[in-house]
């Protein structure tokens, strides 16, 4: 969808993710790293558990569909390559701490003068500007500052993050959006601007509104293990399978009731309940709550019915019994589970990149989406460190190879 | 002043809940002519998600809605009427893109899959997102962002290493798939513009999460590695986690990435000889020693006021940060900077909270253009200045039960 495009990719670790959504898309993304290679490349898991900046998972993670040349941007003569290339490009991703670029003389004002269409995408930690604009961060640190953190965990301990850094994530994806939104009007006026992405308001999102809940009195949403506290009530989600954990959404309403009415059926045909346990209006449960018909302690009674029912089966029963059944039931999957799911197989989701260098293919997470014109394609394995910077450098900037060894044997590339 | 930046997309909305809405509230906060269908015999869930403005909840008192829906127009119409379903077409015709989150299979049901309605509109893009995809043994599968996160892998890695999955919080996929399914659709109307073509586009929510995972999944595809729960523990940040502090359940995020780090964090704790404690002098022997770590800085943390914590932390350039509920964020002086929370008139409320658009274009800033509608607010206005219906046909319409 995007082919006609170029993406100078300037993310040192924030954000890399937004790049390779572009590139998924079809543009293409020239990731831009300092000589030795991106920070990201430093952090493991490594293939075979060897560290080696081509080896690293997180960056294989987030770099498909780029390539990838290294140009030292403290020095002049990086920054002044850096400038031809954006003379040509549709699109640069950064993620300084506020002020580094404007130092460079790398900033918005002063590539827009050079190229008045660029679209200039700035992924911080909390935006351009602003009271905490460079404070320190890290995934945790973000999660706290945006809400989420607060909501997860366990009641009796300290709330909690997910195992693998989400906040730039989230901070990424979002600004992909933000700049084809950009690059949607310059298609009309021509002219490009600046994005300014913040990674604690994209996280945000993920308080599912509980952000304004003090705004309109009403309380916070209260941490409950795999599940959630409101005002009274507290609504389990996770409940033990024979073989590890599933989640079901037990709750009330003319949108979700029937499936609960359809589990409550389930389990008292297997004797997990009594027919007036069974028979309970769970359309209109929560308002009988509200008038005091139904207490919020009869929630928690059939919510150990509930877990005491499936604790004697498997997740896969559970998952069959789901679509059997039409109920709202999931299994809590493991990693292994999620590559070897008999769906995401029948979609062709996962793709393999090949890794000569390496000499092994890999299976990677495969198109965010199905498009039916124009599909998504896993072009490129992730770049070696500096490995298109004779084709882009050379190729494409007109340096011959005595340039490119004395830019190397000065540390530039 | 510039015009809006989408100012020229017309969407017709299709979706409910929170994945779908989220990504229409973006291009509408960027100017996009959003047209959303609700019924009033099936109504958006989000009308029954906390936070209320009152309890007991009624249609339009939950904030959930306002927040994913302002700035929309709505229509409610009846779709098993013939009527209602000529409207529908007609909007298919008006639009850009129409989106849908229904059950993979729905809209086939109700004849209106893409091949149905490229035929009144050929250039249409159409976006499908439902949890597990259009197509393979689970996409007639219904479901929530928290089956979605548990199904993906999430769950798994977010709990305790001796208790069972905590989280994450909520929907938590509907809180991913916005992004991809606003950068696709955007993406695919500049095809379009070039090309002329239009498209369908099935954006399976579990799908664009996993790449929310990446490090974890190539860990098993290529390690074959299955990561565990690990509490907060981070593998290279030590001190990281989240320590308790004076008053109830409030807390303190903390995340010391090198030795320069935990030597500013010991010099805030008042014990600057930490960093030659052999305990803790490399970032090896604080990952070994992290349980009496944490009970350091607990200690410290235990003592204080989370705010006067962050402050003390930031200042000598540690990561660290409240772990904020709604009051910390209504009033963070960066979110107040950013003007996070906006107020919009409503009707019944007086004024609505809802949260601003989470990215700031320099030229064509986002702006929220009014309250989420409540139901039927926007019937006359869609059916006379969109669709161009005179006054006799909105009767015949009203009499035949198609705006339901």
């Given amino acids: 969808m995007l082919s006609p495009y170029r993406v100078l990719d300037l993310t040192r670790s924030r954000g890399h993710l937004c790049g390779q959504i572009l590139g998924d898309l079809g543009a293409d993304v020239v990731q831009v790293e300092p000589p030795g290679g991106a920070p990201t490349r430093r952090r493991g898991p490594y293939v075979d558990d060897v560290p080696h900046p081509d080896r690293s998972l997180e960056w294989w993670a987030v770099s498909r569909n780029k390539r990838g040349v290294t140009l030292d941007l403290e020095r002049a003569r990086g920054r002044e390559l850096l400038r031809r290339m954006v003379a040509t490009a549709d699109f640069l991703i950064e993620s300084e701490t506020p002020g580094i670029q404007a130092a460079r003389g790398l900033d918005y004002d002063a590539l827009a003068a050079v190229n008045p269409r660029l679209v200039y995408v700035s992924i911080t930690p909390f935006g351009q500007t602003g009271p905490k604009a460079t404070w320190a961060d890290s995934d945790l640190v973000l999660l706290a500052a945006g809400g989420p953190l607060r909501l997860a965990g366990d009641e009796d301990r300290a709330p909690l993050r997910v195992g693998v850094p989400q906040a730039y994530a989230h901070a990424a994806a979002e600004a992909a959006g933000a700049a084809l939104v950009a690059h949607h009007e310059r298609a009309r006026s021509g002219r490009g601007q600046h994005v300014d992405v913040s990674a604690q308001q994209a996280v945000t999102l993920a308080t599912q509104s509980y952000l304004l809940s003090s705004a309109i009195g009403f309380p916070d949403a209260r941490r409950i293990s795999g599940g959630v506290g409101m005002g009274p009530l507290s609504v389990r989600f996770v409940h033990p399978a024979s073989d590890g954990h599933v989640s079901i959404t037990f709750l009330f309403g003319s949108s979700v009731g029937p499936f609960t009415r359809r589990l409550m059926h389930w389990i008292a045909d297997e004797g997990g309940c009594d027919a007036a346990t069974r028979d309970k209006d769970w359309i209109r449960f929560f308002d009988q709550m509200f008038s005091g018909e139904e207490s919020f302690a009869e929630v928690v009674r059939v919510q150990a019915l509930v877990a005491a029912f499936t604790r004697t089966k498997t997740k896969a029963e559970l998952l069959r019994a789901a679509v059997e059944r039409d109920l709202l039931i999931a299994p809590v999957a493991t990693t292994r589970e999620v590559v070897e799911s008999a769906q995401l197989a029948a979609r062709d989701y996962w793709r393999e990149l090949d890794h000569p260098e390496l000499g092994r293919t890999v299976r990677y997470p495969g198109p965010f989406a199905r498009a039916s014109a124009t599909p998504l394609r896993h072009r490129r394995r992730p770049p070696t460190v500096g490995e298109h910077n004779r084709e882009i450098l050379g190729g494409e900037l007109g340096l011959d190879d005595a340039d490119l060894a004395r830019l190397a044997a000065e540390g530039v590339i | ?404």
């Fill in chain 2, 1 to 404: 002043m510039s015009e809006a930046a989408l100012a020229d997309v017309k969407v017709l909305d299709l979706m409910w809940a929170i994945a779908g809405p989220a990504a229409t509230r973006m291009l509408a906060d960027y100017g996009a002519t959003v047209v959303r269908v609700e019924s009033t015999t099936r109504t958006d869930i989000c009308r029954t998600v906390a936070p209320f403005h009152e309890l007991p909840p009624e249609p339009e008192s939950a904030v959930v809605f306002h927040n994913m829906n302002a700035g929309k127009r709505m229509i409610t119409l009846d779709l098993a009427t013939p009527a209602g379903r000529e409207v529908l077409l007609d909007l298919v015709r008006w639009a850009d893109v129409v989106t849908e989150a229904y059950s993979a299979g729905t809209m086939r049901t109700l004849g209106f899959d893409y091949e149905a309605l490229r035929a009144v509109n050929p250039s249409l893009i159409m976006l499908s997102t439902c949890l597990m995809g259009q197509t393979g043994p689970l996409a007639s599968y219904a479901g929530f962002g928290n089956l979605a996160h548990s199904i993906t892998g999430f769950g798994a890695l977010c709990g305790w290493p001796d208790r069972a999955p905590a989280g994450p919080f909520g929907a938590y996929t509907d809180y991913i798939a916005p992004r991809f399914s606003a950068a696709a659709i955007l993406a695919a109307l500049d095809h379009r513009r070039r090309t002329g073509e239009g498209q369908h586009i099935d954006l399976a929510q579990a799908e664009a999460a996993i790449h929310f995972l990446g490090p974890a999944m190539l860990d098993y595809t290529v390690n074959g590695r299955v990561w565990a729960a690990a509490g907060n523990a981070d593998r290279d940040a030590v001190p990281h986690g989240v320590y308790p502090a004076a008053g109830d359940d409030r807390w303190v995020a903390i995340a010391v990435r090198d030795d320069a780090e935990f030597a500013a964090l010991a010099a805030v704790l008042g014990d600057p000889a930490l960093t030659r404690d052999p305990r803790f002098a490399t970032a090896e022997a604080r990952h070994a020693h992290v349980e009496a770590l944490d009970a350091v800085v607990a200690a410290w943390t235990t003592a204080r006021d989370p705010h006067e914590a962050e402050a003390a932390l930031q200042a000598a350039g540690v990561p660290a940060a409240v772990v904020a509920g709604s009051a910390d964020l209504c009033a963070d002086p960066q979110l107040v900077h950013r003007e996070h929370v906006r107020w919009l008139t409503h009707p019944t409320y007086g004024t609505t909270p809802v949260e601003n658009a989470r990215s700031r274009l320099s030229r064509t800033p986002a702006a929220v253009a009014g309250a989420a509608p409540t139901l039927g607010r926007d019937n006359h206005e869609v059916l006379e200045a969109i669709l161009g219906y005179d006054a006799d046909r909105i009767t015949d319409l009203v009499a035949a039960g198609a705006l339901g």
